[in-house]
């Protein structure tokens, strides 16, 4: 009976150290699991974009964010579309901004076009003036010289004062390609600014001119016309009812892989995350 009892006295103490064993083991697992999965890659550097002046509210609000979320800055040159597709391409920033489709000639040579938003580029007159509605044509014969007085849309009698942009402004590109009105313009003013613009028209009696929706929200001394009796608005650009509505892209080489906080931020502004933001900047988002 002794032997007995000794026996199972010794089993009793191996099943012991063995369940022991095991939750050490299985805790030590668990301890090295957890604080693998808690490891993060740390973003660093600086996301250099440059083009389009049309694209300042939606990228201002973009890289503000994402510096919020990262503690990557992303830096932003306001020379226009053409300039800032140059620069993408000779390499000396990372993302080009343009305020219009690429053309064929541009993907050719190596960029590759992504659309981040649309925007309504809005018809602005003086706020003296009467006249609140043009259909396209009107607007056509208003930009080549073929009317030149407001008289002719019942308003009172004034000469008309044509502001545009400057030759490679995708804002200018866009009108010009809706309108009808490729290298026909006659213009009393050509500038390089979406903001010089509405300061011209509000500034100038009898002028009319076109910005960017975003641009032109809640400023005084100019009326946003209606173009063949449809206000641009978010929705009216988004199911197309509103005719002079252009994209803003995202320009960047198509051999070349961008940086990892570029690409982040990429990734980001592309990303339904941004929709909010980029609705709030007077733009349409269009991911989904």
Request: aromatic share 4%; glycine share 12%.
């Amino acid at each position: 009976m002794k032997k007995v009892l000794a026996l199972l006295l010794s089993l009793t103490m191996a099943l012991s150290l063995a369940a022991c064993g095991g939750d050490t083991n299985t805790d030590t697992t668990g301890d090295t699991t957890g604080d693998t999965t808690q490891e993060e890659t740390q973003l660093s550097g600086t996301v250099s974009t440059d083009g389009s002046t049309s694209m300042e509210e939606v990228i201002g609000v973009l890289g503000e964010q994402f510096q919020a979320d990262t503690g990557v800055s992303v830096t932003y040159n306001p020379t226009g579309s053409g300039a800032g597709i140059e620069a993408v391409s000779n390499g000396s920033c990372d993302i080009g901004l343009a305020s219009r489709a690429l053309t064929d000639e541009e993907k050719a040579g190596g960029l590759t076009e992504t659309i981040v938003a649309l925007d309504g580029i809005a018809v602005i007159v003086n706020a003296e003036n009467s006249v609140t509605d043009l259909t396209l044509e009107q607007i056509a014969q208003i930009y080549t010289g073929a009317v030149t007085d407001w008289s002719e849309f019942g308003s009172d009698a004034g000469t008309i004062a044509v502001i545009g942009r400057e030759s490679g402004s995708g804002t200018r590109d866009g009108f010009e390609s809706i309108t009808g009105t490729e290298d026909q313009c006659v213009l009393a003013q050509e500038l390089n600014s979406t903001g010089a613009v509405i300061e011209a028209v509000r500034t100038t009696p009898g002028a009319i001119g076109y910005a960017s929706l975003s641009a032109v929200q809640n400023q005084e001394g100019i009326t946003v016309l209606t173009v063949g009796g449809v206000a641009p608005s978010e929705e009216t650009v988004l199911d197309g009812t509103y005719a002079i509505q252009r994209p803003f892209v995202f320009a960047t080489r198509t051999d070349e892989a961008l940086s990892e906080a570029a690409q982040a931020f990429f990734d980001f502004a592309t990303s339904t995350d941004a929709n909010d933001l980029i609705a709030g900047a007077g733009a349409v988002p269009v991911a989904q």
